[in-house]
Nanobody
């Protein structure tokens, strides 16, 4: 099993920045890709960004140029630096970790609220 604990959400004004963190514990060796999804009220959960074990990154179009995902393998932590935040970035952000071996599955964090409002 893998446990994920997110932190760093909160209220920020438009144009501001936040950094989300997601610390993994448990069967760390089983994890390959880690990333972030978000879900706004009344909308489906959408992928924001992910980073592979080889540090290859992917960003949704909405995140390109404003968000940066990074990974500290020594700390088993993935980060999402979010700059130039917009009201439409308001959502619950969920960290996930993909374990591809055996029975492939995603593990999920509990979610952290990000609210962008003046």
């Amino acid at each position: 099993q893998v446990q994920l604990v997110e932190s760093g959400g909160g209220l920020v004004q438009p144009g501001g920045s936040l950094r989300l963190s997601c610390a993994a514990s448990g069967r760390i060796s089983s994890i390959s890709t880690m990333g972030w999804y978000r879900q706004a009220p009344g909308k489906e959960r959408e992928l924001v960004a992910h980073i592979t074990s080889g540090s290859t990154t992917y960003y949704a179009d909405s995140a390109k140029g404003r968000f940066t995902i990074s990974r500290d393998n020594a700390k088993n932590t993935v980060y999402l630096q979010m700059n130039s935040l917009k009201p439409e970035d308001t959502a619950v952000y969920f960290c996930y970790a993909f374990a591809p071996l055996g029975a492939p599955r995603n593990y999920w964090g509990q979610g952290t609220q990000v609210t962008v409002s003046s």
